[in-house]
Every structure is written in structure tokens, then in C-alpha cells.
């Protein structure tokens, strides 16, 4: 098992992607910590990997309380090798719509403060530990490319693309280490919005192969990121994409 004896923190772990990351990280010998907004929910996933994995309530957005989810992990597990920075938001609509007042500030806040949070304060346990760690962020290929009704959201992951390159510079002399993921379309409550839009079945013909990519297969990227296996990357984004920024809408219909 690839993560043996090793403690990971997962945001957003109630989501799409953040249950199969739990999944996942159990299934490869990890202790998780399980963090999301919803507490209900946390609970019930600490009751179903009993003893591996331990719920607890955060708000990203608020650095006190990812201090605190850190500090959890440690007194719980004992330690911590591993912080994924996986929970974000996404809410379609047109910029010109935007209301000033809330819509930047409410998704920068989770997707671009929250993972900063929780850059920093795994940074900082990292440090005071003295030991080597894994930072990874949840990026998305809209972090490289524009799309309409997401203004905010492609700001804020081209962010997390930076702020994971910044982070493994400073952090490297600690022996820490800082990736993103940056997955295509992946099929989860937050791809689903367009379902309900009307939208489902023109962007899964903008997929390569005509497939949305599922939660657990970007799970595996996770946990081969967090893995001594892939020590060699690092202040790096890897674009779990199938494909998605290298290739045009299909011309020709799916055979
Ligand atoms: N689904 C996709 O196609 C896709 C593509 C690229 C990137 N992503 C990214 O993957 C990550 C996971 O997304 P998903 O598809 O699983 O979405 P999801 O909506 O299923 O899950 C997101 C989770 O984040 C949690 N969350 C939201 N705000 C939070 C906060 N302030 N504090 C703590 N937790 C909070 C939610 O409660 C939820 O459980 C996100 O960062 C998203 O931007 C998703």
C-alpha cells in the first residue's frame, strides 16, 4: 500500500471528488482526516471508514478554523504528512450579472484564499514538525483557459496554479513539497449544474472520448501525488484532462 502509515488532511471531502480522494487514501493505508463545510456529513463518513478516518467541520475561508483542522489531524493521528486542498465552488454566471458586492469575493474566498489558508497553515505545522511534507491543490484546466459564466472561478484557479508554484519554491528548503491537480470534467455535483442549464449532453461532446472523466480516477492522481513515487514533481501543475486544453471541439459526430 502507497500510503501506509502516512495522515492527509482532504477539504471538500463530502464532494464529487473529496469522497473518492477519502476512498481512496483508506484504500492505500492513509489515517484522513475528512474536512468540509457540512459536519453531518463528515460525521457519516468517519462512521464508515471507522478508526481510519475522522470528521471535522471547516470553513476554508477562514484561516483560524484551518489552523485548527490541522492542529486536529495532529492531536488525532498524532502527525500529518499530507494537506489536500480540494474544496472549492463554482456558481455559473454571466460577468455581466456579477453583483460586485459578493460574487468575487465569494468564490476567490474559497477556491483562492481557502487553499492559500491551507497552504500556509500546513506550511507552518510542516516547519514546526520537522519533518517533510505534501501540500497538493485542486486546480482545473479553467485556471489555463477562458469559458463564459465563469469569471470568478478562472481567476481564482489560475491562482492556485501560482500560488502552487510560489509555495514549493519557499517551502522546498523545508523539504516540503507542492503540487496542484487540474482535472478536465469530472462528473459531481458541481459538473451536474449544467445538466440542470440544459448543457449536459454539448459538453460531453466536447470531451475527447465522450466521457466525463469519474471521481476516482482523479482520486489516483491524488494519492500517486502524495506518494514517494512522484517526489520528482513539484511546483507543478498536472492536468488530469483527458486530453481537454490540447485538443479543438470534435468536427466530425462520435462514431
Ligand atoms: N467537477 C469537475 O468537473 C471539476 C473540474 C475541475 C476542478 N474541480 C475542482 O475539484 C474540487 C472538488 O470539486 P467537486 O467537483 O468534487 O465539487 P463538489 O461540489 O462535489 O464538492 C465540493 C465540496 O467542497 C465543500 N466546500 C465548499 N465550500 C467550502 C468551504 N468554504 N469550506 C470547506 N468546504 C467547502 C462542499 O461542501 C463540497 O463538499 C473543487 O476545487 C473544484 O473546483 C472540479
Not at 500529518?80 to 455559473?92: H, K, L, M
Not at 492559500?116 to 486546480?139: D, E, Q, W
Not at 502552487?164 to 451536474?192: F, Q, S, W, Y
Not at 479543438?248 to 462514431?255: D, F, I, M, R, T
Request: hydrophobic content about 45%; glycine content about 8%; overall charge negative.
Amino acid at each position: 500500500m502507497r500510503l501506509e502509515n502516512k495522515v492527509a488532511i482532504i477539504t471538500g471531502a463530502c464532494g464529487g471528488i473529496g469522497l473518492a480522494i477519502v476512498a481512496k487514501f483508506v484504500a492505500e493505508g492513509a489515517k484522513v482526516l475528512a474536512a468540509d463545510l457540512d459536519q453531518a456529513a463528515t460525521e457519516k463518513l468517519a462512521e464508515q471508514y471507522d478508526g481510519q478516518v475522522k470528521g471535522f467541520a471547516v470553513d476554508v475561508t477562514d484561516y483560524a478554523q484551518v489552523e485548527a483542522m490541522v492542529e486536529m489531524a495532529v492531536t488525532h493521528f498524532g502527525t500529518v504528512d499530507v494537506v489536500i486542498n480540494n474544496a472549492g465552488v463554482a456558481i455559473a454566471k454571466m460577468l455581466l450579472d456579477h453583483d460586485p458586492a459578493q460574487d468575487f469575493d465569494m468564490i476567490t474566498g474559497v477556491n483562492q484564499k481557502g487553499v492559500y489558508h491551507g497552504i500556509l497553515a500546513a506550511g507552518r505545522k510542516f516547519r514546526a514538525l520537522g519533518k517533510p511534507g505534501v501540500i497538493l491543490n485542486t486546480s482545473s484546466i479553467y485556471g489555463q483557459m477562458a469559458a463564459e459564466m465563469t469569471f470568478t472561478y478562472n481567476v481564482s484557479k489560475a491562482a492556485v496554479d501560482m500560488m502552487t508554484k510560489c509555495a514549493a519554491l519557499e517551502l522546498a528548503p523545508h523539504n516540503i513539497r507542492v503540487a496542484a491537480v487540474a482535472p478536465g470534467r469530472v462528473d459531481t455535483p458541481m459538473l451536474r449544474q449544467y445538466e440542470a442549464m440544459g448543457l449536459w449532453e454539448h459538453i460531453r461532446r466536447e470531451q475527447m472520448r465522450n466521457e466525463f472523466t469519474q471521481p476516482g480516477e482523479i482520486a489516483d492522481v491524488f494519492a500517486f501525488l502524495a506518494s514517494a513515487e512522484s517526489n520528482c514533481i513539484n511546483g507543478t501543475t498536472v492536468f488530469a484532462d483527458d486530453g481537454f486544453l490540447n485538443f479543438k471541439y470534435p468536427l466530425l459526430p462520435p462514431a
